[in-house]
């Protein structure tokens, strides 16, 4: 597509207008005014790290509020940056780890002599660290709420949104990767019994560590539920009118709004205990019947009901 | 496709570059253009993370000077306005300016007199000047469409914006395009001559640079063509989704606003139907209403299958498989609400105003002959307690359309009955429409009656019996769109402007509608275009017309040429 660049000609007209006005004011005001560009720079870190592809702004150390003739002036943002910035570095961090995950996993499946424990060990501290540091800033993402319908609360909102968006996809490709991981070392697992001749002996070994495999099921799952539930209010969902540019201009006060208070709600329940005292369906009477007890099931078959169960009314038309 | 991702790509350009923290300022109408190709969530990946209107950020006084501002504004007197304000007193960091088409000198005179703090780091021209509401369909949104009714006289200063923004647009499309096309245009319109002759004068002589792109081996062709050509095609009901979401409820820039016809729960008072985000509704947009309603049942069908084992977990690995599928499930959810609801809202109109009936004779009106017949069934219609004014009206004036040479008498009963069943009528509309749009100023054949082959094309598909009574109709467009492609568009009805002569199809044609588009027409041009015939077309116009707005163009011109006959 064309397009037609026009500074230039605004740039000869900006210098050839400032000709002519800097005669009047520079005996007025050369005393006051600092010389531009004088002042150190002061590489910006932190506004890199959101995405951290991009390069540094230099920042000039003058005060951003005077005139600043030639100068770039991004100014100090405020307070609340700091913690948009710690989540995103954790976020950064997460991917970073994710990696060595991902490289620990393909070490793990391979065949190799020894036990594997230790290759156990590496990827179960691996995911706790991972999963610890979007449950931290999951938590962290509400001090990014503000209310009153200010310009600078929208846009706490919006980055809270982003942030969001890519906590809930950093857990969606955890699960992912686990449960990949999970289900080929079953196959491992169980392939080798059938090979191995010491069939008791292993037999019980294995049994024990499907149990172990199942409970790292659970707990993922449990967690990834979590969090989606958590962020469900917070993440766009594509397509749909929220997703519209023209419809957020009008609407963003209203809506997040709400949706924190939803949020923070969760969040207490999560800090005072598990809610284990209510029994929400048949469903949960038929599990205990059916399979072995697995009480972190059960808590996540109830979590998982309430958190879900308005979206199984659907209207029959 | 190709306009959506031209203003895709002006948007991705206007933000890519530029580091860190950003700010987003439109205007009325840029944030249309925006709006329809650019998600909100695509914006803030790019760390936009406010997005505010030029008119409402003048308001506040909150300095943010970590956030840098990406202006994109049509380059109007009012933006420019706003703009020197702001840059006399800068609250964002930096300042880059995006303009959607072309600037005056003077324009760039005054905003670089204002940025005396240097705050602006660049003026640039993106020509997204147009709304891409579909693949091959393009809108102005014009707010006072209803200019070019009237006469150059009634009301010069009004009708020359009408005639620039038309031009501008246009001409905004080529250089998306990067083409320079030939122009013909619809004989009988003077605004059409006008508007065709304004954009070769653009394109050839004024901004010729810029327009100077490489020379394929054709030229596109662009086709200027005035809505009175065709009065028919927005006064007619209409039977696929898109046309008839339009038509019965209202869709504006790809969203429908529920709320004007009913109460509706918070998440579904305002629905997107975006051909691009819902594979759905593109595989049904086009589809007639009948077919809509079982692929609703289908997909709803699916959908309780998908819920029904949701609810079935039995196992660890069940409840695995459920979470991990949970956002597919839950956007699935929210489509089959949202088409459901739509299908319902529209069966129980189509219900009330009992518009089946209605429609059986509208089509008849609009393809079929005999007058007696036609005469008869309009009467009972008006006669009918249970049809609403607007759909009386729209029956007299199709069938004063049709018929408006033939028994004078029994059209003159038919206008009085209509003024006398009909409170809020004003009287005179449908020979206000005659006026303009009667037989002897229309150019085309719009009823195939002119043309010894059209009335041998219409005798064959009489014969043949038709599919579906409801969808009989074929809008004159497309006829026009055959001839382009048979290469026989007659210089008699569309002459070119000046000596763009050019022998051969051209490859690619944007036809330009004065007065407006229909959905119905949009979907003839999408059939076209799928249909491999080498050629690929574009349409555009000045709105997106439904019955309503199209009445209500002719109701507002009416108003204006009366008054103005009365003060002479």
């Known amino acids: ?317 | 496709m190709v306009l959506v991702s031209a203003v895709r790509d002006y948007v991705y350009r206007m933000l890519q570059d530029i580091s860190g923290m950003k700010v987003l300022i439109l205007d009325s109408q840029t944030v249309s253009i925006v709006s329809v190709v650019y998600s909100q969530s695509e914006l803030l990946q790019k760390e936009v993370f406010l997005v505010e209107l030029i008119d409402s950020i003048s308001k506040s006084k909150e300095s943010m000077s970590h956030l840098k501002a990406v202006y994109f504004l049509r380059p109007t007197s009012e933006n420019i306005q706003y703009m020197r304000r702001q840059l006399s007193n800068p609250r964002f960091g930096e300042y880059h300016l995006f303009f959607s088409n072309m600037l005056k000198d003077t324009q760039i005179h005054l905003l670089a007199d204002s940025d005396e703090q240097e705050v602006v780091q660049q003026v640039q021209e993106f020509y997204a000047d147009f709304i891409s509401v579909d693949p091959y369909h393009f809108t102005l949104n014009m707010p006072s469409n209803h200019y070019y009714i009237l006469p150059a006289v009634v009301d010069p200063s009004n009708l020359q914006h009408f005639c620039d923004r038309a031009v501008d647009g246009i001409g905004a499309v080529f250089l998306a395009l990067k083409r320079r096309p030939i122009i013909r245009y619809s004989r009988a319109s003077d605004i059409a001559k006008r508007i065709a002759h304004e954009t070769a004068k653009l394109m050839y002589q004024q901004e010729s640079g810029l327009f100077d792109f490489r020379r394929m081996e054709m030229s596109p062709l662009l086709l200027i063509v005035d809505r009175r050509d065709d009065p028919v095609t927005p006064l007619l009901n209409q039977w696929t989704y898109q046309a008839m979401v339009h038509e019965l409820i209202g869709i504006q820039d790809n969203k429908v606003d529920l709320r004007s016809i009913g109460k509706f729960p918070k998440d579904q008072q305002e629905v997107v139907l975006s051909s691009e985000q819902d594979a759905f509704f593109k595989a049904n947009m086009y589809e007639n209403f009948g077919d809509i309603g079982m692929n609703i049942k289908r997909m709803v069908d699916d959908f309780q299958q998908v819920a029904k084992s949701n609810q079935n977990i039995q196992t660890i690995e069940d409840m695995a498989k459920f979470v991990d599928n949970y956002p597919e499930y839950r956007k699935m959810h929210g489509n089959v609400s949202k088409h459901v609801t739509l299908v319902t809202e529209m069966s129980k109109i189509v219900e009330e105003r009992k518009l089946m009936l209605v429609s059986e004779t509208e089509q008849d009106l609009a393809c079929n002959g005999g007058q007696v017949a036609a005469f008869e069934a309009v009467t009972n219609l008006l006669n009918n307690e249970s049809v609403s004014d607007i759909d009386r009206l729209r029956l007299v004036m199709l069938y004063a359309l049709r018929y408006e040479k033939e028994s004078p008498v029994q059209l003159m009963q038919l206008f009085n009955k209509l003024a006398s069943r009909s409170a809020k009528y004003k009287p005179g509309l449908v020979q206000f429409l005659l006026k303009q749009a009667g037989a002897d100023k229309r150019t085309g054949d719009l009823y195939g009656n002119r043309d010894f082959l059209n009335i041998a094309r219409n005798m064959a598909r009489g014969l043949k019996g038709v599919e579906n009574v409801y969808t009989q109709h074929q809008p004159l467009l497309f006829q026009t769109m055959e001839s382009i492609i048979k290469g026989r568009l007659r210089d008699v009805d569309y002459p070119y402007v000046g000596n763009h002569f050019q022998q051969g199809r051209p490859q690619e044609v944007v036809i330009f509608i004065i007065g407006g588009t229909t959905y119905e027409e949009s979907r003839s041009v999408a059939q076209l275009n799928a249909s491999n015939s080498g050629i690929r077309f574009i349409i555009g116009g000045t709105a997106v017309l439904n019955s309503k707005r199209f009445l209500k163009d002719l109701e507002e011109a009416q108003g204006i040429a009366r008054s103005n006959a009365n003060v002479v």
């Not at chain 1, 948009?84 to 780890?97: D, L, M, P, W, Y």
């Not at chain 1, 938590?139 to 209310?147: E, I």
């Open chain 1, 1 to 317: 597509m064309a397009t037609r660049n026009r500074s230039l000609l605004f740039r000869k007209y900006r210098d050839a207008l400032k000709s002519v006005r800097i005669p009047a004011s520079s005996s007025a005001s050369s005393a006051a005014t600092k010389s531009s560009g004088g002042g150190p720079v002061i590489e910006m870190v932190s506004t890199s790290l959101l995405h951290p592809n991009r390069s540094y702004t230099p920042l000039s150390t003058e005060d951003p509020g005077n005139s600043s003739k030639g100068a770039v002036t991004v100014g100090l943002p405020p307070a609340w940056v700091d913690v948009s910035e710690e989540i995103a570095a954790n976020v950064q961090r997460a991917r970073t780890k994710m990696a060595e995950l991902a490289k620990a996993h393909a070490k793990a499946l391979m065949p190799s002599f020894g036990d594997g424990k230790e290759d156990q060990r590496i990827i179960e501290s691996l995911t706790h660290e991972i999963t610890n540091l979007l449950r931290k800033s999951e938590k962290r993402l509400q001090k990014l709420s503000a209310s009153g319908p200010s310009e600078d609360s929208n846009v706490r909102k919006n980055v809270q949104r982003q942030l969001a968006t890519d906590l809930q996809n950093l857990s969606m490709e955890l699960r992912k990767k686990q449960s990949t991981y999970l289900k080929r070392l079953r196959q491992q697992t169980e392939g080798q019994d059938g090979v191995d001749l010491e069939m008791n002996i292993n037999g019980n070994r294995s049994y024990a560590e499907n149990d172990d495999l199942d409970d790292m099921v659970v707990e993922s799952v449990n967690e990834l539920a979590q969090i989606m539930k958590d962020l469900s209010v917070l993440v766009i969902d594509q397509g749909t009118i929220v997703d519209r540019i023209d419809y957020n201009i009008q609407n963003v006060a209203t809506t997040v709004e709400e949706g924190l208070k939803q949020l923070q709600k969760v969040l207490e329940n999560t800090e005072t205990g598990r809610h284990g005292d209510v029994c929400y369906s048949a469903r949960y009477n038929v599990l205990c019947h059916v399979g072995p007890p697995n009480p972190q099931g059960d808590n996540l078959l109830i979590r998982m009901h309430v958190f879900f169960v308005d979206d199984f009314q659907f209207d029959q038309r």
